[in-house]
């Protein structure tokens, strides 16, 4: 749903747990407590990008492509830290950024396209979800 979101969970969840999934510059990323701080600065920023009228569409290919990325580097993140096999972790994490994005691309339009539901109530909707669901991740 958000590009940011499930690196900053992954980090978020290896930070408390205190796991370490290696030593390549990506581990340090998602383990240190400046790579938790400026991945969570990151997430918070793209909730406020994201209401902006400027901010792409979300299904377009750059940004479907980074959701992808950083949704398979935080599942393979979180895989490698728990002993898991890695590239199942990011095919899984990649996977389930793709179904995110157009699943909510698609539900926000059609929640939206009630006259009576104003764009900025899915919105807040939306971003709750995706709060919601990174606490899940991040515990």
């Known amino acids: 749903m958000r590009s ?24 340090k990323i998602f383990t240190s407590s ?7 600065a990151l997430a918070a920023g793209e ?5 902006l009228p400027t901010a792409p569409n979300r299904i377009a290919t750059p940004g479907l492509v980074g959701r992808i990325v950083t949704g398979s580097l935080a599942a393979a993140s979180i ?13 899984i994490g990649g996977g389930v950024a793709a179904a995110s994005t157009y699943a909510f691309f698609y539900l926000r339009r059609y929640i939206s396209s009630h006259p009576k539901i104003k764009d900025y109530f899915t919105g807040a909707a939306e971003d709750a979800v995706a ?6 991740v991040a515990k």
């Open 4 to 27: 940011m979101m499930a690196p900053a969970a992954a980090a978020t969840f290896l930070h408390r747990k205190r796991k370490t999934p290696g030593n390549a510059v990506l581990d």
């Open 34 to 40: 400046a790579g938790l701080k400026v991945l969570n």
């Open 47 to 51: 909730l406020v990008g994201d209401k």
């Open 79 to 91: 895989s490698k830290a728990n002993n898991k096999n890695v590239i199942a972790g990011a095919l």
């Open 131 to 136: 709060l919601g669901l990174s606490a899940l």
